[in-house]
Nanobody, 123 residues
Framework: QVQLVESGGGLVQAGGSLRLSCAAS????????MGWFRQAPGKEREFVAA????????EYANSVKGRFTISRANTRNTVYLQMNGLKPEDTAVFYC????????????????WGQGTQVTVSS
């Protein structure tokens, strides 16, 4: 069982930055691929970024490439999402996800999900 708790959301002006964190419980964190998703009001949840167990492989949605960076610290059981150049269209609830299989994370069918953290970008 893995429990995920996101933090770091908030209100920021367009062009600003935020760093989201996702703290995971359990001693097998380093075995899991991790990912970030987001869901804006009235829209479906969408993939943002994923990272493999070691951090050597990352994937990004086209909409965030070059602006967002996913990373992880296995010694801290934490995955991060550094978000730069934020735009109003980035406003959403951001969710952390974990699964042994990175493809499952990317497809949105991960076994474990956090409760989400709100990110609001003002214009």
């Amino acid at each position: 069982q893995v429990q995920l708790v996101e933090s770091g959301g908030g209100l920021v002006q367009a062009g600003g930055s935020l760093r989201l964190s996702c703290a995971a419980s359990g001693r097998t964190f380093s075995s899991y691929a991790m990912g970030w998703f987001r869901q804006a009001p009235g829209k479906e949840r969408e993939f943002v970024a994923a990272i493999n167990w070691s951090g050597s492989s990352t994937e990004y949605a086209n909409s965030v490439k070059g602006r967002f960076t996913i990373s992880r610290a296995n010694t801290r059981n934490t995955v991060y999402l550094q978000m730069n150049g934020l735009k109003p269209e980035d406003t959403a609830v951001f969710y952390c996800a974990a699964d042994i299989n990175q493809r499952s994370v990317v497809r949105g069918s991960a076994d474990y999900w956090g409760q989400g953290t709100q990110v609001t970008v003002s214009s």
